[in-house]
């Protein structure tokens, strides 16, 4: 399954199924990246980062893929488990060396059995 | 290792009362941020501070006032409340501003 990053908050995927959740950035200038996962009634859990030097980075069961040109985030979780359902978040640092991170709107991701 | 604790985790105030929000960390970090979430939404910053004695506006700092006197603590006011300000509130840390942040279970705030 895939998502449209803001356009579209939700997405389902089957049980052991891959997941693309995407994310459109706003600043050019940008220069690191995470994605966050947050459960109903918890805090933004840290997934995976990257910096804008790179264009792909691996975690365990999951990717996340940079594409400065059309400022595009995505992740990818591999071989989905009921536990990766939550609101996924895609986060910037809008100024280099700065500190301002600024968070994109969400996706829910619902794994059905 | 507790990471960020905040305090308290449910509140109810009525118009006009204030109130301060703690957020504790014991990681030795020198940034420390308070975000807002209101449902369906994102995380959106009030405040930062990139050290002790350092703060900084955020994408929303109308109605807020934070201050650092101490390295792990980073404190949240409300002067006034107003139903505007009804939403969950996130403290989070970070070694640097090109780290990742950690955050804290988040404060319910409901102003009536």
């Known amino acids: 399954g895939e998502s449209v990053g803001l356009h579209l908050p939700t997405l389902s995927v089957q049980e052991g199924d891959n997941s693309i959740i995407n994310c459109a950035y706003s600043?050019?200038?940008?220069?690191?990246f995470i994605w966050y996962k947050q459960e109903s009634g918890k805090g933004p859990q840290f997934i995976i980062d990257i910096r804008s030097n790179m264009d792909k980075r691996q975690g365990q069961r999951v990717t996340v893929l940079l594409n400065k040109t059309v400022k595009h985030l995505s992740l990818q979780i591999a071989a989905t488990q009921p536990g990766d359902s939550a609101v996924y978040f895609c986060?910037?640092?809008?100024?280099?060396?700065?500190?301002?991170?600024?968070f994109g709107q969400g996706t829910r991701l619902t794994i059905n059995p | 290792n507790a990471g960020v604790t905040q305090t308290p985790k449910f509140r109810v105030l009525k118009t006009g009362q204030s109130m301060t929000l703690l957020c504790a960390q014991d990681m030795n970090h020198e940034y420390m941020y308070w975000y807002r979430q209101d449902p369906g939404m994102g995380l959106r910053l009030i405040h930062y501070?990139?050290?002790?004695?350092?703060?900084a506006k955020g994408e929303v700092p109308d109605g807020y006032n934070v201050s650092r006197l101490k390295k792990q603590n980073f404190l949240l006011g409300l002067e006034s409340a107003a139903p505007s300000q009804t939403s969950v509130y996130f403290c989070a840390s970070s070694f640097s501003g090109n780290t990742e942040a950690f955050f804290g279970q988040g404060t319910r705030l409901t102003v009536v």
């Open positions: 600043n050019s200038a940008s220069d690191y």
């Open positions: 501070s990139v050290g002790e004695g350092t703060t």
């Open positions: 986060a910037e640092n809008l100024i280099q060396g700065a500190q301002k991170l600024v």
